[in-house]
């Protein structure tokens, strides 16, 4: 039972590394250059992971919510682009 839970889990990681990250996608290009984007895509995943489990943390003392990785990783990408839309706004002084 263990060992299908951790099977699962590892499942599930993937799936989030492929759906919302598009780790598959790949178009040919220089070997450097993949590398390159490989480990760039890998650093991206591990800091939104970090970011993820804290938020689970603060969700679950909070709100005793338990929230699904894919979830939580889909929820993450749309906050990026909320994020990056107000960053891009100019700063305005009142």
């Known amino acids: 039972m263990n060992l299908y839970t951790i099977r699962w889990m590892i499942e599930i990681i993937f799936k989030v590394w492929k759906s919302v990250y598009r780790i598959d996608e790949m178009r040919p290009m220089n070997e450097y250059r993949f590398m390159c984007l490989l480990y760039g895509k890998l650093i991206w995943i591990l800091l939104h992971h970090k970011l993820f489990s804290w938020i689970k943390r603060h969700f679950w003392n909070t709100y005793h919510i338990d ?5 939580g990783f889909k929820i993450l990408q749309e906050l990026k682009t909320t994020y ?6 100019p700063y305005e002084t009142v």
Request: hydrophobic share 35%.
């Open 67 to 71: 929230v699904s990785e894919l979830k």
């Open 84 to 89: 990056k839309s107000a960053l891009e706004q």
